[in-house]
């Protein structure tokens, strides 16, 4: 008999780049509006940032996050991490919505990101991803992704180089 696991199966051992979707429970839009999306952006960044996680590309939305970040010379912190972030804002939006012991969030998948190519389009598809979503026709325009900070911040020729990546064939759970 199998034994199938009742969550995704985190392998967590190898230093490098990786992409983390996280979901709320039953996808249900939690953080549905302009607070509530703003406090989890601030809090991923702050997070990753205490766990030294060096995050290079996000997308927060009101049901689902995707982040693309360097580990430390520990990845299963990620695991400590998400139980954080998870954990924080769980409570905050559940004293907001007077709703204790609501669960919020449902998993997080991971993806150790080890061929160039693969990286490259996963990191240009999680800054593009609020144009994918719909929410808005550009990403530089939604305020909870690193679309505009990546447009500061990058080379010309390394944005050049991000949009020429295809994202359609990239294997991502965003079903949201």
Known sequence: ????????NHQLTEVGA??????????KPVF??????QYLHDLLIDITAAH?????????FSNHYHFVAQSP???????TLTKK???ETAKWVNRLDNAAGRRVWFNFWDSHLTYERSYLAR?????TNPVHHGVVQ????YPWCSAAWFERTASPAFQRTLASFPTNRINVIDDF
Not at 73 to 79: I, T
Not at 123 to 127: A, E, G, Q, R
């Open 32 to 37: 549905q509006n302009p607070a509530r999306l």
């Open 18 to 27: 990786y992409m983390i979707t996280g979901g709320t429970y039953l996808k």
């Open 1 to 8: 008999m199998t034994n199938w696991p009742h969550a995704p």
């Open 138 to 141: 550009v990403s530089t325009a």
């Open 73 to 79: 010379e520990d990845p299963a912190s990620l695991r």
């Open 85 to 87: 972030l998870h954990i």
């Open 52 to 60: 030294l996680w060096q995050l290079e590309a996000w997308a927060v």
């Open 123 to 127: 990191l240009h598809y999680v800054h």
